[in-house]
């Protein structure tokens, strides 16, 4: 995010980074998932990947892209953020996607 919104995009990427961290710390697993045992033992900023934000590494090897939009609504963003994290969940089954947004000038989706 860039421009006059920028700060609290950055503030907002921040906040999900010390989110992941304090669960780092305490050994306690994320939730993202139902069917993954998503306890994080690392994370990377700024990675280029397809959540490009962070990376998270799991206990098992596997990983997490975290895409974070604050205030994000529907439109070519949310459409760019999402098709990004699916070209890197076909080209790596070890991966796994999040798109992370709060909910400030939260819209419902409406995907149909």
Known sequence: MSGSGGDSGYDFQAESCAFVAAHIVAGRALEFFVDTKDI?????????GPGDDSCVELITGDRIEIQAKHAMQKGNDFWNAILRLVRGLIADSRLHGVLLTDSERAERFDLN
């Open 40 to 48: 994080p033992v690392a994370i990377s900023m700024e990675t280029g």
